[in-house]
């Protein structure tokens, strides 16, 4: 069966940009969390507040990798034949590590 490329890379970068999302989300309430651990409590107005800016403004390191991996999923998306390059960077890929 052939693999209609342009399908595949529209296919993979939809996925990519919910990964980025919820990403970032997680994120945001991580930042939230760990202000939430340091003071004790917030009222809810401030919790929506904190979680509002967090989500607008991702941590730096958390942008590069997502860039990076993008960058990474368009050049190897541009190859005629990515099947194998892809499979690779999808099973080595790791979401998980530091962020900020």
Not at 34 to 40: A, E, I, V
Not at 65 to 72: D, G, I, V
């Amino acid at each position: 069966m052939e693999i209609d490329q342009s399908r595949l890379r529209e296919f993979i970068m939809w996925l990519w940009e919910i990964i980025e999302k919820r990403d970032k989300e997680l994120a945001a309430h991580g930042v939230v969390l760990m202000l939430l651990g340091s003071s004790g409590t917030l009222p809810q107005k401030d919790l929506d507040d904190l979680l509002k800016r967090a989500r607008e403004n991702p941590p730096p390191l958390l942008l590069a990798r997502h860039k990076e991996a993008r960058e990474t999923l368009e050049r190897l998306l541009s190859q005629e034949n990515p099947e194998d390059d892809l499979l690779r960077f999808l099973r080595e890929w790791k979401p998980s590590g530091p962020v900020h």
